[in-house]
């Protein structure tokens, strides 16, 4: 069973810096592409940044976060994270993470996502 943990979430004030971990187990980890999403209240999810869709670990993000957040995997530990800095008050929101799967709904950046964590809230201030 594929299970996918958040952690690193929190507060802080516009400007700062947080970095989100994800915990990957039951899963192929090196094999397939990964990446974070999020949702502010009353809006749709949208995708922040995936990496490996092509399995050589590129990267690719959104134009929201292009030079501020750095996605990263380490193989390793089966870990996937995300580094934010120069936070905006329009960061603010649950922030999951994600894996590719066959079966997956949701295509982002050429990657078929269809396993999802519980979610890690990211609160910005100003």
């Known amino acids: 069973q594929v299970q996918l943990v958040e952690s690193g979430g929190g507060s802080v004030q516009a400007g700062g810096s947080l970095r989100l971990s994800c915990a990957a187990s039951?899963?192929?980890?090196?094999?397939?592409?990964m990446g974070w999403f999020r949702q502010a209240p009353g809006k749709e999810r949208e995708g922040v940044a995936v990496?490996?869709?092509?399995?050589?670990?590129?990267?690719s993000y959104a134009d929201s976060v292009k030079g501020r957040f750095t996605i990263s995997k380490d193989n390793a530990k089966n870990t996937l994270s995300l580094q934010m800095n120069s936070l905006k008050p329009e960061d603010t929101a649950m922030y999951y993470c994600?894996?590719?799967?066959?079966?997956?709904?949701?295509?982002?950046?050429?990657?078929?996502?269809?396993?999802w964590g519980q979610g890690t809230q990211v609160t910005v201030s100003s």
């Open positions: 039951g899963y192929t980890y090196s094999s397939y592409c």
């Open positions: 994600a894996a590719e799967s066959t079966y997956g709904s949701i295509w982002y950046r050429g990657c078929r996502f269809g396993y």
């Open positions: 990496i490996d869709v092509d399995g050589d670990g590129s990267t």
